[in-house]
C-alpha cells in the first residue's frame, strides 16, 4: 500500500486546486485513509464536493488522478458490488461520512437513481 498512500497528498493536492473544487472529506492527517468506517479496516473512504460532474470527471479521469485509477487494482481487490457514488448535494451542504454510506447502501440496493447515481448513469441536479 505504500505505493498508494505515498501519492496521497500529491493528489489531494491536484484535487485542492482543480477547477470546479469545493471540499474533500479529511482528517488531521490531511487525508481520509486514516478514518476508521465501522469495522471494515480495508475500507479506505473518499469523499469530495465538487461544482459540476463536469468537474470532477475532468479531475478524475483527465489529471495524475487517472493513474491511481489505472493501477488501483495492484493495491485494492476487485469490488463485488458499487464502491462508489455521486450526488447532488445543496450547494452550502457538507455532506457526512454516513450520509454517504446511506447513498452507497442505496446505490447498491437499488442501482442508479437521481438519489445516488454513477458518472456513467447520472442524474441531473434538482431544481433549486
Request: net charge neutral; charged share 20%; proline share 8%.
Amino acid at each position: 500500500m505504500a505505493a498508494f498512500t505515498g501519492q496521497l497528498d500529491a493528489i489531494n493536492a491536484l484535487a485542492d486546486n482543480s477547477p470546479g473544487f469545493v471540499w474533500r472529506l479529511q482528517s488531521e492527517s490531511g487525508n481520509a485513509a486514516d478514518i476508521q468506517v465501522g469495522d471494515n479496516d480495508k475500507l479506505i473512504v473518499n469523499m469530495s464536493v465538487w461544482e459540476s460532474l463536469a468537474s470532477l470527471n475532468a479531475y478524475v479521469y483527465k489529471t495524475g488522478h487517472r493513474d491511481v485509477m489505472v493501477n488501483r487494482r495492484q493495491w485494492f481487490e476487485r469490488p463485488e458490488k458499487p464502491f462508489q457514488t455521486l450526488w447532488w448535494v445543496n450547494p452550502k451542504h457538507t455532506p457526512t461520512l454516513e450520509e454517504g454510506m446511506a447513498r452507497l447502501a442505496l446505490i447498491r440496493a437499488k442501482g442508479p437513481t437521481p438519489e445516488a447515481f454513477t458518472f456513467k448513469a447520472n442524474f441531473p441536479p434538482p431544481n433549486r
